[in-house]
């Protein structure tokens, strides 16, 4: 078995595998500015605060440039650029001439595709692989199935009167931030709304990139606004009152003080919050491509996906096998550089992260359950975390019930059909579930008794621009992507 650190083998052994010689992407070809201001009115200019802060390379702790930091009069200052750009010109172009704006936007983010993913590398942590061949191709693609709408609402909805909201306020996550920023602005612009979006603390660098963007299509100004800052950032534009609609990404406590703020306002609102999804092997399952779902399930991205397949719920009949496969598959996951093609599990996106996975990693020791974490080494600067396998674990064990964010997955068995049922839906969110089995009444049987919003039969993880995903419970309300993610941002009469 591989313990890599790229180590070389002597003779080419296909039964005990081989490592791989280091293919760092270049970064070249990529030229960071030493500071970012805000995209105001079309025009990027310095915070009223005069503040800036800075944003790191969480895999080498590397300072990458100074960002600004927007408060209060900064977002007023957005805002009212927003509404005079949806009252005097937005919302009087033609949907189709509105749609071709989308189109260029989309087309501009694929010719500067690779420079996007290398940047969302650096600021962010994840894999190259996983920027250049996952995050970037949808963040496009939402773009363009978007723009496909923009002249086609009365099709979108049929015999209902449909009109857009105005001014949408949006606040985006660390752990895909281009996607992200796609999949709030896309459907906002083709509904016919103007934006403002504050990306995260972490990870504002891709954002700004998409602001030249937006620049360079000749958006009419006023119409995309993007804020960086911190949570304060985001509560100005919550509480902003000339602001029709929020859209937030993020944690299931911050979405609490979001929904609280929002009340009584007849702000429209959409809440995107975290998740603790169950993936739920059968014995009838294929058992190999069963356990690549897992390795995906829960290692994609580190880990930081909120529909993450976290807790694994294996039939007992097939669990010492699947167990085993898992933990002989562990050990050929590369961690490391996420620049490096061959890498599988980047950089923990932030200190703080990094903190509360190794928190979990504790709690779960300390609540009796057994760790499993594959045996590669780590790289001496940045924040990294072995991926790690939980067994013994007690249905009502915090590591099974809160949202750990990490490479970190909880292990539990079950024998019947309802018994895994109530297990699955014995959590306070309901975002994902995935169900690996032969039988494709079984597959039918779980998707409707499962409270998940979105359910994926012998795969897991798979997006489509198409397909709306959002929540039950804790992890929200409200759908983003296809013809539901446009009617979220649409008042829709009859
Ligand atoms: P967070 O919810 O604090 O951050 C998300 C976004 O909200 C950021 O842009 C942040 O600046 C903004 N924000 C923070 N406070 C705000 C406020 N009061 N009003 C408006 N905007 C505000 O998430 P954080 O602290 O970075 O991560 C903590 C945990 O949240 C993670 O460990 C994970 O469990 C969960 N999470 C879930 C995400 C998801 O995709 N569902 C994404 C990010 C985090
Ligand atoms: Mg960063």
Redesign the pocket.
């Known amino acids: 078995m591989s313990k890599h650190k790229h180590k070389k083998t002597e003779a080419f052994d296909f039964n005990g595998g081989w490592d791989y010689s280091p293919s760092p992407e270049s970064t070249g070809h990529v030229k960071l500015k030493e500071r970012y201001d805000l995209y105001i009115d079309g025009e990027f200019v310095a915070p009223n605060s005069g503040k800036y802060f800075q944003t790191t390379n969480p895999a080498t702790e590397k300072v990458l440039a100074e960002v600004a930091h927007a408060d209060e009069s900064d977002v007023d200052k957005a805002v009212k650029a927003a509404r005079k750009a949806y009252e005097n010109v937005w919302s009087k172009l033609s949907a189709k001439e509105r749609g071709k704006y989308i189109y260029r936007i989309a087309r501009l983010m694929q010719e500067k595709a690779r420079e996007l993913a290398v940047v969302e590398t650096l600021d962010a942590g994840k894999t190259i692989r996983e920027s250049r061949d996952v995050d970037v191709p949808l963040a496009c693609n939402h773009f363009f199935y978007y723009a496909g709408w923009a002249d086609k609402l009365e099709y979108a909805f049929p015999n209902r009167n449909v009109s857009a909201l105005g001014v949408t306020g949006q606040?985006?996550?660390?752990?895909?931030p281009l996607l992200?920023a796609a999949w709030k602005i896309a459907p906002a612009l083709a509904a016919g709304n103007t934006v403002v979006l504050?990306?995260?603390?972490?990870t504002p660098l891709t954002a700004m990139l998409l602001a030249e963007i937006i620049h360079e299509s000749g958006l009419p100004a006023g119409v995309v606004n993007i804020l960086t800052?911190?949570?304060?950032?985001?509560?100005a534009?919550?509480n902003h009152p000339d602001i029709n609609k929020i859209a937030?990404?993020?944690?299931?406590?911050?979405?609490k003080?979001?929904q609280k703020?929002v009340a009584g306002t007849g702000k429209k609102l959409t809440l995107?919050?975290?998740?603790k999804s169950a993936n739920i092997i059968f014995e009838d399952a294929p058992i190999d491509q069963a356990v690549e779902g897992i390795v995906n399930g829960i290692f994609f991205n580190q880990g930081?996906?909120?529909c993450a397949g976290s807790r694994l719920f294996v039939q007992e009949s097939v669990a010492d096998e699947v167990i085993q496969k898992l933990k002989d598959r562990l050990d050929t996951l590369y961690v490391g550089d996420p620049l490096d093609k061959n890498t599988d599990i980047g950089a923990i996106n932030?200190k703080?992260?990094l903190e509360?996975i190794r928190k979990y990693i504790k709690i779960g020791k300390d609540e009796g359950a057994s760790m499993y974490e594959s045996s590669c080494e780590l790289p001496k600067k940045g924040y990294f975390v072995r991926p790690t396998l939980f067994t013994d674990v007690a249905q009502s064990s915090r590591i099974a019930q809160e949202?750990?964010?990490g490479p970190v997955l909880t292990i539990q068995t079950f024998r019947t059909i309802d018994e895994v049922i109530q297990k699955a839906n014995n959590s306070p969110y309901g975002?994902a579930a995935g169900v690996w089995t032969d039988k494709g009444s079984r597959i039918f049987n779980m998707t409707s008794k499962l409270r998940a919003g979105v359910i994926w039969a012998n795969t897991y993880n798979k997006f489509d621009p198409t397909s709306p995903f959002g929540g039950y419970k804790e992890?929200g309300f409200g759908r983003e992507g296809g013809l539901q993610g446009l009617g979220a941002y649409l008042k829709i009469e009859r």
């Open positions: 606040i985006i996550p660390w752990n895909f992200m504050k990306p995260a603390e972490t800052g911190y949570g304060d950032t985001g509560a534009i919550v937030f990404t993020g944690s299931t406590n911050v979405g003080i979001i703020a995107e919050l975290g998740g930081h996906v909120c932030s703080e992260q509360t949202e750990i964010f975002l992890s």
